[in-house]
């Protein structure tokens, strides 16, 4: 009983909830209601009595006229088409709801609390984040003609589907709105700023049956030591030149291009100037690791194996005991740091981050870094980085990408778990 009472829901954004048993399905609402009947392309939620079936889900996307492309809680699906067909679809005999998305619920719920803050020069960033094609039919517009069409703010499309638009604190609420009427923006969400995570290092790294003991060798013992292998990387930087990668045959790192032959570095993307930034939809790197060291410390933890010239020997060889987990695997490094330690990743992780690693035969990407939390919670968030993650994921399932959970967990209390890890 209570699970069929939790299925009877529509969970959205920020814990919020429609229950679809105490409101009308749209065909039963009083048809006096203003605007009934029109054409226009409007957003809508569609409730099915249970999972659908692949025939069920034929059918309905050929009354749709368009793919289902957005699932959410509970065997609900947000769609965009027009009113008749709507109603249309509302009549199959698995449909149990349909309801007309609203605006306000396409906008991320720290635009509609107190907690939404600035940058250094009194700017917000949002995220307009656009329909699919095969959601849309009639859409024709392409980011860049929308971008340069809205003059409300500045807006810069940074992929096919993502726009970012900047505007002052005092504006933004009033910006977002603007932008949630949009037939062809599916949410509006904060841009939120990321940090570096992983500040402490687990000796369960290698999976240790007796971690500190002696004689323990964990996946060791079934041969599992990283031969073959490229992992991709993005954080603050990398010391090439520090003993756990260096290369006594190739001192020269290969610089945005990839050479599968070297010991440990195939390849070292940072971009910067024009080629990098919100309108080019890359990181922005420099070449450099932040004081902390932090990107050389993951990628050492991942994958390190020392080695460095002769006369250093001794020192080398007590260094041997603290190499990586997967210490014979390389890496293809993606730099997202800049000088201050801010990170720059690119604004569509889908498109501006996991193709270049991939390309290189990398099939692990590791990121120890996210969502940099204001507030307790504000960071557990089911956004457009984690979407990203996860369309990546989906579109080459031969790619895992792994990210920290974070560097709250010792609080003990829920929510700790930050995007895009979510």
Known sequence: LCSGL???????SGGRIIDTDSVLSWGSQPRSRAGAGRTELQHWYIQVTNPLSLEQK?????????QLRRYLPHNTYSVVSNEAVALKVERLAFVRWVGLRAPDDKLDPELQSNTLRADSEGLVSLY??????????????????LAASWKFASCVAVSPRKIIVQCPHGQAKHIAGL???????????????????NNVATQLLMGERD????????????GLRGEGQIIGIADSGLDVENCMFWDRDNVVVPHNSVDTSRRKVVAYWEY???????????????????HGGHGT?????????????????????SARAFHGTAYKAKVAFTDIGRPGGTLYPPSDLNAGLFPDPYEAGARVHSNSWGCYP?????????????????????????????????????????????????
């Open 211 to 222: 971690p500190g003991g002696e004689g323990t060798s964990g996946i060791y013992d079934l």
């Open 297 to 317: 410390h993951v990628t050492g933890s991942a994958l390190g194996d020392v080695d460095g010239p002769p006369a250093y020997s001794s020192e080398l060889a």
């Open 374 to 422: 204001t507030s307790t919670g504000s960071c557990n968030v089911y956004d457009s980085m984690a979407v990203e993650v996860d369309q990546f994921s989906w579109d080459h399932p031969d790619f895992l990408v792994v990210v920290a959970v974070g560097n709250s967990g010792e609080l003990g209390v829920p929510g700790t778990v930050e995007s895009p890890g979510t």
């Open 6 to 12: 939790i299925q009877n829901t529509v969970q959205l």
């Open 128 to 145: 307009a984040l656009l329909v699919e094609q095969s959601e849309f039919p009639l859409g024709t517009h392409s980011a860049e003609e």
């Open 179 to 197: 932008l949630s009427e949009q037939p062809e923006v599916r949410d509006v969400e904060v841009k939120r700023p990321v940090a570096l995570k």
């Open 58 to 66: 034929q059918q309905l996307q050929e009354n749709l006229g368009s």
């Open 272 to 290: 910067q100037g024009s080629v990098c930034g919100l309108a080019a939809g890359r990181a922005c790197g420099d070449s450099t690791d932040d």
